[in-house]
């Protein structure tokens, strides 16, 4: 069956998306190519008989058409060197394991996240994430139940109203990332948290993107 990937810009990102997930990026401030993260995310236990979508009309960049050309050339070379099969050979999706930790990540004031904590393992269900984890509190509700186990991939950057993990003084943290203008704020989903101005945070680090459904 053939696939539909779409090539989009957002802020200062090319991105590529299927059925509404973001599968891959490209900044456009450098335009780095990482080719273990273009692989994982399009090609990893999927098939490559693969369409790719032009969805960008207004590019203030000026760098998207050649670098859609560029994208589809790889794409063409890789469904003929995977003609035979039209997928790639890796474990089955169902048989992908990640590790799930034990801790619980607040949605509401946060804790500290340490990788060296005890943890187990969850099957992951969506194909491209990293790690899993529970989220503690209700700020997120109705998006993210208290004691959800939500899935996470690891990137460089949030894009506008990704929910994410954050690292937010010391402390981690589920929010929503809204950009305004020149800055941002993390934003709780329940309405009844304020949101966190970026102007007010003195660190911050990006630990990955919640895949929601």
């Excluded at 003929?80 to 039209?86: G, V």
């Excluded at 800055?183 to 102007?199: E, F, H, V, W």
């Amino acid at each position: 069956m053939k696939r539909t990937i779409e090539f989009k810009l957002q802020d200062d990102s090319y991105f590529l998306e299927e059925n509404g997930t973001r599968v891959f990026a490209i900044k456009v401030s450098d335009l780095k190519f990482n080719s273990l993260d273009f692989y994982s995310g399009v090609y990893k236990n999927k098939s490559a008989n693969i369409e790719l979508v032009n969805q960008i009309e207004l590019d203030p960049h000026k760098k998207g058409d050649y670098i859609f050309a560029w994208l589809s050339e790889i794409v063409l070379a890789l469904k003929k060197e995977f003609k035979e099969d039209e997928t790639v050979i890796e474990e089955a999706n169902s048989e992908r394991i990640i590790p799930l930790f034990e801790f619980a990540v607040c949605a509401g004031d946060g804790f500290f996240l340490d990788e060296s904590v005890p943890h187990s393992d969850v099957k992951d269900t969506t194909g491209i994430a990293d790690f899993a984890v529970t989220i503690a509190g209700d700020s997120m509700e109705p998006t993210i139940k208290n004691h959800s186990v939500v899935f996470v991939k690891k990137e460089e950057i949030p894009m506008h109203k990704d929910v994410g993990l954050f690292v937010v003084n010391g402390d981690i943290m589920c929010k929503r990332y809204i950009k305004k203008g020149r800055g941002y704020t993390l934003s709780a989903d329940n309405i009844k948290y304020n949101d966190i101005q970026g102007r007010e945070i003195e660190s911050i680090s990006f630990l990955g993107r919640v895949i929601l459904e």
